[in-house]
T-cell receptor
Framework: DAGVIQSPRHEVTEMGQEVTLRCKPISGHNSLFWYRQTMMRGLELLIYFNNNVPIDDSGMPEDRFSAKMPNASFSTLKIQPSEPRDSAVYFC?????????????FGSGTQLSVL | KQEVTQIPAALSVPEGENLVLNCSFTDSAIYNLQWFRQDPGKGLTSLLLIQSSQREQTSGRLNASLDKSSGRSTLYIAASQPGDSATYLCAVGDQTGANNLFFGTGTRLTVIP
């Protein structure tokens, strides 16, 4: 298996632009998670899905962030409009289990820079 | 809210040394505890997962222990190698609904050849 695949690896955009991050989880995994990592705040859970249904989005910073999982093999995280404080590494992870605290498999991340 | 602390933030050791990384957490009612490795510019790789009913897990040169009563876990790395250089993070699974995972800020390990 190729593991969790994220695209793009790097994204540089200007403030106010829309940004879409993509994730393909490991085939057969039931749960998908979006994390954000910064030096100041470490790893933060943004949202997670179980069987394509959003279970907990309490970590989404504000309405500018939205996430979808239209099918078991694809998810997007969208930021509109983007702001410089959104600059971070965004990770997608998947898990074969139902709960967040199961073994997680992470993608390589998307490094987002908002100028 | 569960708070997870990892000390030290950075550690340098010569190749071949055995070493211990520490993780402490404030609420002992946990679901499980995981140790991850993160290489620069990469995602996290799960190394070991200890269920709340277990005391330790081993994989190769790695051994992770869990003491819930004292709120501590250690990751023991035997005969360290330069390839072990990375940031190591622990993450505690919350027992309430098993749907919260709290990460520490990590220990950056450098193994000097």
């Amino acid at each position: 298996d190729a593991g969790v695949i994220q695209s793009p690896r790097h994204e540089v955009t200007e403030m106010g632009q829309e940004v879409t991050l993509r994730c393909k989880p490991i085939s057969g995994h039931n749960s998908l998670f979006w994390y954000r990592q910064t030096m100041m705040r470490g790893l933060e859970l943004l949202i997670y899905f179980n069987n394509n249904v959003p279970i907990d989005d309490s970590g989404m910073p504000e309405d500018r962030f939205s996430a979808k999982m239209p099918n078991a093999s694809f998810s997007t995280l969208k930021i509109q409009p983007s702001e410089p404080r959104d600059s971070a590494v965004y990770f997608c992870a998947s898990s074969p289990g139902q709960y967040l605290a199961e073994k997680l498999f992470f993608g390589s991340g998307t490094q987002l820079s908002v100028l | 809210k569960q708070e997870v602390t990892q000390i030290p933030a950075a550690l340098s050791v010569p190749e071949g040394e055995n070493l211990v990384l520490n993780c402490s957490f404030t609420d002992s009612a946990i679901y499980n505890l995981q140790w991850f490795r993160q290489d620069p510019g990469k995602g996290l790789t799960s190394l070991l997962l200890i269920q709340s009913s277990q005391r330790e897990q081993t994989s190769g040169r790695l051994n992770a222990s869990l003491d819930k009563s004292s709120g501590r876990s250690t990751l023991y790395i035997a005969a360290s190698q330069p390839g072990d250089s990375a940031t190591y993070l622990c993450a505690v699974g919350d027992q309430t609904g098993a749907n919260n995972l709290f990460f520490g800020t990590g220990t950056r390990l450098t193994v000097i050849p």
